[in-house]
């Protein structure tokens, strides 16, 4: 990131704490709330405004860029128009509960003006099981499909406190550690600062708020067009690897991919609809085993981290397609554990996470609370 955008830092810190404060009772007044119901993890009505307190500066900054004619703005406009209409689209949605064609109507066409506009698709699978160079039609309709399942696959994920916006900061941190590059270091950096603050607000028993879909379908929007750069043989970003870089995408996003699909096979197994709503998501099933929000989000996404240290240290020495199934040996074995082990599990984990981050909720609740 440029060192002339560091004085933005302190600003955008200052706007979004400032936001996420005074959206709590805008929302309330004007309907952007969470109501609970019987698939719901949480009691009380809870704000949904912490997307759009992450996304308001975030989009202001960008547009103030494109005046002072930043470069990595101004060359990226697919992803900033396509970024600002899936937002708007989660904050119509957070409001008025909008259908589900209609969403899926307007992500496909969001996405497929990313993907045409920009040229960022997938257009070679690497040799992943034989497999090189596809044409330009079906990369862009894969590329097209895979946008769309990733904003879904991350608001699927929103279920419990701090999870989608956890998941996300690690794999924006991923994926911005292999391309480099002003853009996605900007990404990083200044929606990492936000979630970091949301995840404050989120976890607080007082001033608590949730992303709403403004902000999960804004999160899975950013992931989905920093999969398809990183993807795209055009962009050079896949030369240095010793993993399949298709394999890498999959690993990076791996939570959000793996728990939607293991839901809709396991939905059209016993005859449902794949988009049925039901508490079957891995989140879901640790809360049901006696997990609190802060111990299933903790627990996930210290599992996530565990299997990117696997791959980041035998990808270079192993076969890919060997590595794919030594990472489904491992998801299935986190999956046994937690079905029959649960209690010794959740005991462990509960008397870790509590003295590693006790101090920090701590100072938080403080602030919040004045």
Same mark, same amino acid.
Request: proline share 4%; glycine share 10%.
């Given at each position: 990131?440029?060192?002339?955008?560091?004085?933005?830092?302190?600003?955008?810190? @200052?706007?979004?704490?400032?936001? @996420? =404060?005074?959206?709590?009772?805008?929302?309330?007044?004007?309907?952007?709330?969470?109501?609970?119901?019987?698939?719901?993890?949480?009691? *009380?009505?809870?704000?949904?405004?912490?997307?759009?307190?992450?996304?308001?500066?975030?989009?202001?900054?960008?547009?103030?860029?494109?005046?002072?004619?930043?470069?990595?703005?101004?060359?990226?406009?697919?992803?900033?128009?396509?970024?600002?209409?899936?937002?708007?689209?989660?904050?119509?949605?957070?409001?008025?509960?909008?259908?589900?064609?209609?969403?899926?109507?307007?992500?496909?066409?969001?996405?497929?003006?990313?993907?045409?506009?920009?040229?960022?698709?997938?257009?070679?699978?690497?040799?992943?099981?034989?497999?090189?160079?596809?044409?330009?039609?079906?990369?862009?309709?894969?590329?097209?499909?895979?946008?769309?399942?990733?904003?879904? @696959?991350?608001?699927? /994920?929103?279920?419990?406190?701090?999870?989608?916006?956890?998941?996300?900061?690690?794999?924006?941190?991923?994926?911005?550690?292999?391309?480099?590059? @002003?853009?996605?270091?900007?990404?990083?950096?200044? /929606?990492?600062?936000?979630?970091?603050?949301?995840?404050?607000?989120?976890?607080?028993? !007082?001033?608590?708020?949730?992303?709403?879909?403004?902000?999960?379908?804004?999160?899975?929007?950013?992931?989905?067009?920093?999969?398809?750069?990183?993807?795209?043989?055009?962009?050079?970003?896949?030369?240095?690897?010793?993993?399949?870089?298709?394999?890498?995408?999959?690993?990076?996003?791996?939570?959000?991919?793996?728990?939607?699909?293991?839901?809709?096979? $396991?939905?059209?197994?016993?005859?449902?609809?794949?988009?049925? *709503?039901? =508490?079957?998501?891995?989140?879901?099933?640790?809360?049901? !085993?006696?997990?609190?929000?802060?111990?299933?989000?903790?627990?996930?996404?210290?599992?996530?981290?565990? $299997?990117?240290?696997?791959?980041?240290?035998?990808?270079?020495?192993?076969?890919?397609?060997?590595?794919?199934?030594?990472?489904?040996?491992?998801?299935?074995? /986190?999956?046994?554990?937690?079905?029959?082990?649960?209690?010794?599990?959740?005991?462990?984990?509960?008397?870790?996470? =509590?003295?590693?981050?006790?101090?920090? !909720?701590?100072?938080?609740? !403080?602030?919040?609370?004045?």
């Amino acid at each position: 990131m440029s060192s002339a955008l560091y004085p933005l830092v302190p600003p955008f810190v @200052a706007v979004v704490l400032l936001l @996420a =404060r005074l959206l709590i009772d805008y929302g309330y007044r004007f309907g952007l709330v969470d109501q609970p119901n019987e698939r719901s993890s949480h009691s *009380a009505i809870v704000p949904r405004v912490g997307g759009i307190s992450i996304f308001i500066p975030y989009l202001l900054m960008g547009l103030g860029l494109v005046i002072a004619r930043f470069e990595f703005v101004q060359t990226n406009a697919p992803y900033w128009v396509g970024l600002f209409c899936i937002v708007l689209l989660g904050t119509l949605d957070d409001r008025l509960d909008l259908s589900s064609k209609l969403k899926f109507l307007v992500q496909f066409g969001v996405a497929t003006y990313y993907v045409i506009s920009s040229g960022n698709y997938v257009d070679d699978l690497y040799g992943l099981f034989g497999v090189g160079a596809i044409p330009s039609w079906l990369g862009i309709s894969l590329s097209v499909i895979t946008v769309v399942y990733l904003i879904n @696959a991350v608001n699927l /994920i929103d279920g419990v406190d701090g999870l989608a916006a956890g998941t996300s900061l690690l794999s924006m941190y991923l994926f911005s550690t292999l391309m480099g590059g @002003a853009e996605h270091l900007f990404t990083f950096a200044f /929606i990492g600062i936000g979630l970091i603050i949301f995840m404050g607000f989120n976890f607080s028993g !007082k001033k608590k708020i949730f992303l709403g879909d403004a902000g999960s379908l804004g999160l899975g929007f950013i992931l989905a067009t920093m999969v398809m750069e990183f993807l795209n043989s055009g962009n050079g970003h896949a030369t240095t690897l010793n993993l399949n870089p298709v394999v890498v995408g999959i690993l990076v996003l791996g939570y959000p991919i793996a728990d939607t699909l293991r839901v809709f096979i $396991i939905r059209l197994s016993i005859g449902l609809s794949p988009f049925n *709503a039901d =508490r079957r998501h891995m989140h879901h099933v640790l809360l049901d !085993k006696g997990f609190s929000h802060f111990g299933t989000s903790t627990f996930i996404m210290t599992c996530v981290g565990l $299997i990117v240290l696997l791959n980041k240290t035998f990808a270079p020495i192993l076969d890919s397609h060997l590595m794919i199934f030594i990472n489904l040996g491992v998801i299935l074995l /986190i999956h046994l554990f937690v079905r029959h082990r649960s209690t010794q599990l959740r005991i462990f984990w509960r008397s870790f996470s =509590r003295g590693l981050f006790n101090p920090v !909720k701590s100072l938080w609740n !403080k602030y919040v609370s004045n």
